[in-house]
């Protein structure tokens, strides 16, 4: 009979052990996920300081981002640019607006010339 009591009491000590681990390793797997969260919503703070996309030297090409500075283009270096300038007004930077529009220009002179040669 005392056998059973300290094979119980045993198990009871194995069974309790490894509910502290378990009960630990969640615990810290938790904290180090919320650690993590932080950390990037920080620095996904940070890049949205970056001021690239309202400047007047942003070109919206994929190659050559910025005319002045193009190896700080779009990076935390660009956040405190000294060559910083804000885009005036109503300026499109986007490259497919504008082959959109040189398309468009190009329709309209060929249908010109058409209108013409008739």
């Known amino acids: 009979m005392s056998y059973l009591t300290s094979l119980q009491a045993s198990q009871l000590l194995t069974i309790a052990s490894c509910s502290c681990c378990a009960f630990f390793l969640v ?3 938790c904290w ?3 650690r993590t ?3 990037g919503f ?3 703070r940070r ?3 970056v001021p690239c996309d309202r400047c007047r030297y942003f070109t919206g090409e994929q ?3 910025c005319t002045v500075h193009p190896c700080k283009a779009f990076s935390e270096a660009a956040i405190d640019c ?3 300038e804000m885009k005036p ?3 499109s930077t986007m490259p497919y607006r504008r082959c959109q529009t040189n398309v468009d220009k190009e329709r309209s002179l060929s249908q010109q010339m058409s209108q013409q040669n008739r």
Request: charged fraction near 15%; charge should be neutral; proline fraction near 0%.
């Open 82 to 84: 000294l060559d910083f």
């Open 47 to 49: 890049l949205h300081q």
């Open 42 to 44: 920080r620095y996904l």
């Open 89 to 91: 007004s109503g300026v």
């Open 32 to 34: 180090s996920l919320w």
């Open 37 to 39: 969260l932080q950390e």
């Open 63 to 65: 190659l050559l981002k």
């Open 27 to 29: 615990g810290f797997f």
